[in-house]
């Protein structure tokens, strides 16, 4: 008898992980049209953009934080204005972002600008992914000695935890994109 329930429990258990999985790589798929032109256009590797998405919203476009960003890479105002300046956009205003493609458009160009800002480090992504969720100032007080260049010890340096959370986060599900795109899954 107690067999039985332990089999019940566990293929009721298989169903719901699948169940889940399924429903995720749903919502994964739902952008990645936006997600590629984007990348195309600002020369970032688009499963990058994919684990930002991934982190900062869930794939939910209609997310909000509560420092004011908006969609799928929670983009602030300052960043969407940036990008609206760049592209010589007249009449742009913060709420646009709240579609997904103009969402990552202007996320994406953000990100593009990080990523060469640290050009010059072993690794520019950890450095990028740190001024996206904390802000340059921020990164400029962890970026000190051999941290200014070494990844690793930039890393360790990050004294707010939820950013050093953020950047490893990021970096693993990056890391799992890569990984499943060599077998066409990602």
Same mark, same amino acid.
């Given at each position: 008898?107690? *067999?039985?329930?332990?089999?019940?429990?566990? /293929?009721?258990?298989?169903?719901?992980? =699948? &169940?889940?999985? +399924?429903?995720? !790589?749903?919502?994964?798929?739902?952008?990645?049209?936006?997600?590629?032109?984007?990348?195309?256009?600002?020369?970032?590797?688009?499963?990058?953009?994919?684990?930002?998405?991934?982190?900062?919203?869930?794939?939910?476009?209609?997310? *909000?934080?509560?420092?004011?960003?908006?969609? /799928?890479?929670?983009?602030?105002?300052? =960043? &969407?204005?940036? +990008?609206?300046? !760049?592209?010589?956009?007249?009449?742009?205003?913060?709420?646009?972002?709240?579609?997904?493609?103009?969402?990552?458009?202007?996320?994406?160009?953000?990100?593009?600008?990080?990523?060469?800002?640290?050009?010059?480090?072993?690794?520019?992504?950890?450095?990028?992914?740190?001024?996206?969720?904390?802000?340059?100032?921020?990164?400029?007080?962890?970026?000190?000695?051999? !941290?200014?260049?070494?990844?690793?010890?930039?890393?360790?340096?990050?004294?707010?935890?939820?950013?050093?959370?953020?950047?490893?986060?990021?970096?693993?599900?990056?890391?799992?994109?890569?990984?499943?795109?060599?077998?066409?899954?990602?």
């Amino acid at each position: 008898m107690k *067999r039985r329930w332990f089999f019940l429990l566990v /293929l009721l258990l298989l169903g719901l992980t =699948a &169940a889940w999985l +399924w429903r995720e !790589a749903r919502l994964e798929k739902k952008f990645v049209d936006q997600m590629l032109v984007a990348a195309t256009r600002y020369g970032v590797d688009p499963l990058l953009v994919k684990a930002i998405v991934w982190r900062e919203s869930r794939f939910r476009p209609d997310a *909000r934080g509560s420092h004011g960003e908006i969609g /799928l890479m929670q983009v602030q105002e300052l =960043a &969407a204005r940036e +990008w609206a300046d !760049a592209e010589r956009l007249g009449h742009f205003n913060h709420e646009l972002c709240s579609d997904p493609g103009t969402n990552t458009m202007a996320g994406t160009f953000y990100l593009g600008k990080l990523l060469k800002r640290y050009a010059a480090t072993d690794n520019p992504l950890p450095y990028a992914l740190a001024d996206y969720n904390a802000g340059r100032g921020n990164v400029l007080k962890w970026n000190t000695a051999s !941290a200014r260049t070494n990844s690793v010890q930039f890393i360790a340096q990050i004294h707010f935890p939820a950013t050093r959370a953020y950047v490893k986060s990021v970096m693993r599900r990056y890391a799992l994109y890569r990984f499943l795109s060599r077998f066409g899954w990602a």
